[in-house]
């Protein structure tokens, strides 16, 4: 008697269990649909109808994106730049000009780092530039040696212009970038192609919108991480990530996640095709640790940040489509960077401007003013494994950031 008394408390438990995981599961995936629901990627507002068709990134050739770097120097491609050593050079860090073709920079990072026998922490870059694309950047290194790098053979990548230095190179270590890009295939012909170029070379500006590619080109889905990281809601933030199938996954990456879904992690893992090499490495660590936290920790600090990084530009992109309703004339209580209205990225003590833009912002803010307490930039939680990029991360905290609403004309403030 004792012992089926036993039996069926431990079959209740078990029962129990499942229903509170059953129950769990339902949550999380409504969590994470109605956030595919309301942020859908929003940049969909236009300074004009005129427009010319084709087709954009038909070859990596198409789009090509050269940095320039703090002192103006583009790097252009197939160019070598003579950059000079320091004088008193302590041997600690090398500076690189990266080219690489239909590469993302994370990847030709770590690649990289795998051929001269050191970690990708030991990089450093600027930015990500486009992974369908030709582009250029610069990249610091740290206690790697010249010879090896030099030594580097990769299809798709060329290193070159070495530069022996004594600073790193970190994030927004840039003036800008040069793009050019080709159109193919227009739709329009002969003299209403030639007017509707006339009319586009009109404009005196475009609106600076964050792109598609901030946000993800295949799953747009990196802003929602952050927003569910920023909420601390780590366990949508990984679903997100790793599982939710989305219409534009392949068959074998979907059958993947659909086993996320399920937390049938282990299974979930063989099936991830070798190419999702940070979704493979979460679900490892997750595996092992059986926290979603600390399956986010094993991402670079770069990628890490970029999740966050996303929503900032999300909210950003929604500000130029409220101020699009008023204009982009500079108008009282505009916060202007040189002579352009700008709007507030919204960050660890964001600084509001007056008047309607301001009215903009603070509503746009207290939209998300429930989580601002710990918002933007405060990454103690993720950086706690990093603490000299938690440092980092601390120190530009206290940035006031804006941005620009036009680009050459809304500007992001700073």
């Known amino acids: 008697m004792y012992f089926l008394i036993q039996q069926r408390k431990k079959e209740s438990e078990k029962n129990l269990k499942e229903k509170l995981k059953r129950f769990r599961k339902t949550l999380r995936d409504s969590r994470i649909k109605q956030k595919l629901k309301e942020m859908p990627l929003n940049m969909n507002k236009y300074l004009t109808d005129a427009y010319t068709g084709g087709i954009i990134k038909k070859y990596p050739e198409d789009f090509i994106v050269e940095e320039i770097t703090p002192e103006g120097i583009i790097l252009e491609v197939g160019k070598s730049i003579e950059f000079k050593d320091v004088e008193n050079w302590k041997g600690n860090y090398i500076h690189f000009t990266l080219e690489k073709r239909n590469w993302t920079t994370l990847d030709a990072i770590r690649e990289i780092a795998n051929r001269v026998g050191k970690q990708r922490k030991h990089f450093g870059f600027a ?40 600073r790193k190179i970190r994030l927004g270590d840039l ?17 209403e192609l030639k007017k509707a170029l006339d009319e586009l070379c009109k404009l005196k500006y475009f609106l600076n919108y964050y792109g598609v590619q901030r946000f993800g080109t295949t799953r747009p889905i990196t802003h929602i991480v952050g927003r569910f ?142 989580v601002e307490n710990r918002f933007l930039f405060e990454l103690d939680d993720l950086e706690h494994m990093h603490k000299l990029e938690q440092k980092t991360t601390k120190k530009k905290s206290k940035q006031n950031l804006n941005g620009h609403l036009l680009n050459n004309g809304f500007s992001h403030r700073y």
Not at 133 to 162: H, M, P, S, Y
Not at 180 to 191: C, D, F, M
Not at 317 to 341: A, H, K, Q, S, T
């Open 127 to 166: 930015g990500n530039k486009d992974k369908y694309a030709v582009t250029t950047q610069r990249v610091g290194c740290f206690n790697v040696r010249l010879e090896d790098l030099k030594r580097v053979k990769i299809k798709g990548i060329t290193l070159r212009d070495f530069q022996k230095t004594n």
């Open 175 to 191: 003036w800008g970038n040069r793009f050019t890009i080709r159109v193919r295939e227009p739709e329009l012909k002969g003299e």
């Open 229 to 370: 990281i920023i909420e601390r809601d780590w366990e949508a933030a990984f679903h997100t990530y790793c599982g939710t199938p989305l219409p534009c996954d392949d068959k074998k990456s979907k059958l993947a996640r659909e086993l996320v879904d399920e937390e049938n992690f282990k299974e979930a893992y063989k099936k991830f095709p070798k190419v999702f090499f940070y979704e493979r490495r979460m679900i490892k660590a997750y595996i092992e640790t059986g926290s979603y936290q600390k399956a986010f920790m094993i991402l670079p600090p770069h990628l890490r940040c970029m999740f966050i990084n996303a929503y900032q530009s999300y909210l950003f992109n929604e500000i130029i489509n409220r101020r699009f309703e008023y204009g982009f004339e500079p108008m009282e209580g505009d916060i202007l960077i040189d002579n352009v209205p700008s709007g507030a990225l919204f960050g660890y003590k964001t600084r509001f401007a007056s008047g309607i833009q301001g009215e903009i912002e603070r509503e746009i803010y207290e939209k998300i003013q429930k």
